[in-house]
């Protein structure tokens, strides 16, 4: 996925990098996450801080997380007389956001009233860890209100398409039960150096998790949708199958309104919920 680069365009991507070079893009990206003058910003994969720059100049504070040793080092030569700005050397997947972001010491003694910061995440996605990168984010969301994210378009389409589309599957689903999906635009190959051979859409994730009231328990429920689409070609009656008693699904599937010849890609949260709670009231594992 697309890294962010202010200087050295020739200079040969490492691990499939490619540098942005379109400032009014990365204007456009950090207009998007909003009014930040007030707010905590985690930036996931800062690469060489074209974004960071921008977002610097608008933020209270600044936390970027980069994984690549020499990115790391520059960013903190860079921005070393910027107050406001932490550098991080991390793998996103693995960061302790409890200490990044959690209660300082002193902070919640008797008497004082600690409310959880939101954080504003822009986020520069490889695509063969977006979900991982997403379902990371999601589980520690009490610590996030917005996410901007720039990832490959055919996932950003894929994120943000609804239910009924082919194109609709695990990703889809469970990032829509956390968030509100916004694609914004989408920038060409030419925006980067070395071009990729692929678009590039950045989207904005607004955090409204869907889970009380579609009274599902979370763990169980993305279980349930990791199930319901284990095989996208398959029925949904052919993937709950082999996890269920056949009286128990199709009495349940009936219960719930839908029919065992469909696949999951057909049903919407709140149909798969329903189907969700019908199964588990019939103890049916």
Do not use: C
């Amino acid at each position: 996925m697309p890294k962010v680069s202010a200087a050295r365009p020739k200079a040969k991507p490492k691990l499939g990098q490619h540098f942005l070079t379109d400032q009014s893009a990365a204007t456009r990206i950090v207009d998007a996450v909003g009014d930040i003058s007030q707010s905590t910003v985690l930036e996931i994969g800062p690469g060489r801080g074209v974004l960071t720059s921008l977002l610097a100049k608008r933020a209270r504070r600044l936390i970027a997380v980069e994984t690549d040793r020499v990115l790391a080092a520059q960013l903190r030569m860079n921005f070393a007389l910027s107050p406001n700005i932490e550098i991080i050397e991390a793998d996103i997947l693995t960061v302790d956001f409890n200490t990044l972001f959690g209660p300082k010491p002193g902070s919640t003694r008797p008497g004082l009233n600690y409310q959880q910061e939101k954080i504003q995440v822009v986020a520069n996605i490889p695509y063969f860890i977006t979900s991982d990168i997403l379902l990371r984010l999601f589980k520690e969301r009490k610590y996030f209100d917005r996410i901007v994210l720039m990832i490959q378009q055919e996932v950003a389409d894929r994120i943000a398409v609804p239910p009924g589309k082919s194109e609709y599957g695990l990703l889809s689903a469970t990032t829509q039960l956390y968030a509100k999906v916004e694609k914004l635009f989408t920038l060409p190959p030419g925006a980067f150096s070395p071009p990729p051979k692929v678009n590039s859409t950045v989207v904005r994730l607004t955090l409204a998790p869907r889970l009380d009231d579609l009274r599902v328990p979370e763990a169980g429920f993305i279980d349930f949708l990791k199930l319901s689409f284990g095989q996208k070609r398959k029925t949904l009656w052919n993937n709950l199958k082999e996890s269920y008693k056949p009286a128990v699904l199709r009495s349940s599937l009936e219960k719930a309104g839908i029919k065992p010849t469909v696949r999951a890609e057909a049903l919407s949260l709140e149909k798969t919920a329903a189907l969700y709670r019908a199964l588990s009231d019939g103890h049916g594992n």
